[in-house]
């Protein structure tokens, strides 16, 4: 193979500048909005971001919002790869569209979803049951929200799969199931720990879609992002500032492992 | 409606027209509004209406007052007070209708925390919750009068229900000191509390700041109708009912966790 040459300078001066953009706009729009919101939380030092973080009110929207958002995403590992699955093995008529379906929920306005899913599922729907306002409600807004992560992240990694493997492991002997959990599983994984994550960082934040059709009381229905909105329109920035750091080290400790996973399963690939 | 977040974190503006007393209070403190902002005929205020019952077609609940709503089996729609400002005229509301009633402050909180048992949304606006009801939920929308009104006009399916203590709702008006027009500013403002502008109100559905516009078939004068400075005015009710970390209305809200889980 003869690739052409290139020249030095360009390979150390390229990242470097790269380095230094990248830098500057992770920090404009991410880092500083940040740490702002951390410097706000502390304001009163420890102590007043002790109390508004264990405030029971406080402790139970954000319990309630960990858990519905760590059922959430159980449920999106099993139907996300499912899915993706389908979009990459199966040939049905369609599927083009139902491939682009997948992304919707990006698109659509959160608030939209809420309202549509609480005049589909709510009192007055067309459905058989009636799920407005009760902490089913939540986790159906979430689910809704988060279902491209998965799919999303697990659908590429599909695609490039080497098929012989599978053939190889066939001809081993190895059922159907054997071959899922043995050979297609494990390469899978860090994909599908990617998607999870981002899909739990999401639900852990999510406002829009669930403000309508949670019922929002507290220790019931109540997510923490609706118990911040409180706090904000009831003039405690702080309070709302400090919840809000939970938020973010929670979904931080989250996105570390499902690097670190990443990270793992690669080298145990090689 | 008016918005409770307003011009503080400077967005221009030449007149603010807000839900609530101490809005412009703390405008008044960012010298955003001149401190004689009330001294008018008016007293500041541009629009008033009461806090009233809004019941299903036909009343099935047979709701005629506000011991009804603390009753078993009965749904009460109203906002979160920590996110709306109409939710506190709300709260004030259903106090003050037990001091009115001769309760004493302790049974007044009582009743505050039985209502709140049978509150199964707590919308974080009013307009929400005004939603949520027209969707179907609940048996009792506690609303504004005009709210309920401007409902009616669009066609909605609710009737309301004026309880015999109420509270009367005052909405203020105000030029701010910023305005680049401060002439027509303070035109529009005395527009907006003369008799045609009045007129218009009241067509809308709210109660005039000139009594003598209000026909009493339409907006008849509640025998228990309170101010809000039976409780000290907003700033000291803001502290004892609605600060976020320790109020009336946070410990209730406290005990809806600790009587259900």
Redesign the interface.
């Known amino acids: 193979m003869s690739a052409l040459p290139r020249p030095a300078a360009i390979v150390v001066a390229r990242p470097a500048i790269a380095g230094a953009l990248a830098t500057a706009y992770l920090s404009l729009i991410v880092l500083i909005p940040l740490a702002a919101v951390v410097v706000e939380s502390s304001v009163d030092g420890w102590a007043g971001f002790w109390?508004a973080i264990t405030?029971?009110?406080a402790v139970?929207a954000l319990r309630f919002t960990v858990i519905a958002s760590s059922i959430v995403v159980a449920i999106n590992v099993v139907t996300g790869t499912i899915i993706a699955w389908v979009l990459v093995r199966d040939d049905f008529p369609g599927k083009r569209t139902v491939n682009a379906i997948i992304d919707l929920p990006f698109a659509l306005p959160t608030i939209v979803a809420g309202l549509t899913l609480?005049?589909l599922y709510?009192?007055?729907g067309p459905a058989p049951f009636d799920i407005?306002?009760t902490r089913v409600a939540v986790l159906a807004a979430l689910l809704f929200v988060t279902l491209p992560f998965v799919v999303r992240s697990v659908q590429p990694v599909l695609m490039e799969l080497d098929r012989e493997m599978e053939e190889a492991a066939q001809s081993l002997g190895a059922g159907g199931f054997t071959v899922f959990r043995k050979v297609i599983l494990p390469t899978l994984l860090p994909a599908i720990a990617s998607g999870a994550g981002l899909g739990f960082a999401r639900a852990l934040g999510e406002f829009g879609s669930v403000?309508?059709i949670s019922?929002?009381?507290?220790?019931?229905t109540e997510v923490a992002s609706?118990f911040l909105?409180?706090?904000i329109?009831?003039?405690?920035t702080r309070?709302a500032a400090a919840v809000s750091v939970v938020l973010l080290l929670v979904s931080f400790a989250l996105l570390l492992v499902v690097s670190w996973i990443g990270t793992r399963t690669d080298r145990h690939a090689r | 409606m008016t918005s409770?977040?307003p011009s503080s974190p400077a967005s221009p503006a030449d007149v603010v027209a807000l839900s609530l007393e101490p809005d412009v209070t703390k405008l008044v403190d960012e010298k955003l509004v001149a401190p004689d902002w009330n001294q008018t005929p008016t007293k500041g205020f541009v629009t008033n209406s009461v806090v009233v019952l809004g019941v299903r077609k036909g009343n099935p609940k047979n709701i005629k007052g506000w011991a009804d709503l603390v009753k078993p089996g009965v749904e009460v729609i109203t906002p979160?007070p920590?996110?709306?400002g109409g939710a506190r005229w709300n709260v004030m509301a259903a106090y003050g209708s037990q001091i009115q009633q001769g309760k004493t402050e302790e049974q007044a909180v009582d009743y505050l925390e039985q209502l709140f048992k049978n509150?199964?949304?707590?919308?974080?606006s009013a307009r929400?919750s005004l939603?949520?009801f027209t969707?179907?939920?609940g048996d009792v929308l506690i609303s504004y009068e005009n709210e309920a009104i401007t409902a009616q006009q669009k066609g909605e399916e609710i009737e309301y229900v004026i309880p015999d203590e109420t509270i009367l709702i005052q909405n203020p008006i105000a030029v701010t000191t910023e305005s680049k027009n401060a002439e027509l500013a303070q035109a529009f403002v005395d527009y907006a509390v003369s008799e045609p502008a009045q007129q218009v109100f009241v067509e809308k559905g709210y109660r005039s700041v000139i009594p003598e516009l209000n026909d009493e078939k339409t907006y008849p004068t509640p025998s228990g109708l309170f101010e809000i400075t039976e409780f000290g005015g907003w700033d000291t009710v803001m502290k004892k009912f609605?600060?976020?970390?320790d109020s009336i209305m946070?410990q209730i809200?406290?005990s809806?966790?600790v009587s259900?889980?």
């Open positions: 109390d405030a029971p009110q139970a609480l005049a709510g009192p007055k407005g306002f403000v309508l019922g929002n009381i507290p220790f019931k609706v909105f409180g706090q329109e009831s003039n405690n309070g | 409770r977040r979160n920590f996110t709306s509150v199964p949304v707590q919308d974080k929400e939603q949520t969707g179907g939920k609605f600060d976020p970390e946070q809200q406290e809806l966790g259900t889980s």
